[in-house]
């Protein structure tokens, strides 16, 4: 009866340990992409003021407004991919 008890501990701990390894590289996977977000959005928003300065159809502080508009969005896509 106690060997039972004990493989049946055994068994349930390492299912546990099991599933906490499963949920720690879904997060990480879930952080990886949500990083790439960002770092596409940053740099989106960097060629997007450079075209706009170039082309000189709105003035700087629009132009720099569009930029931070750009990276915020990026940020809350990442956001919404993590949590």
Known sequence: MKLHLTVFTTLILLAGGYMTTAQATEQAHQRREARDTRQDARRDARQDK????????????????????????????????KY
Request: net charge positive.
């Open 50 to 81: 450079r075209q706009c300065v170039v082309r000189n159809d709105k003035s700087n502080h629009e132009c720099r407004q569009d930029k931070r508009q750009a990276k915020q969005d990026g940020r809350q896509e990442a956001r919404d991919i």
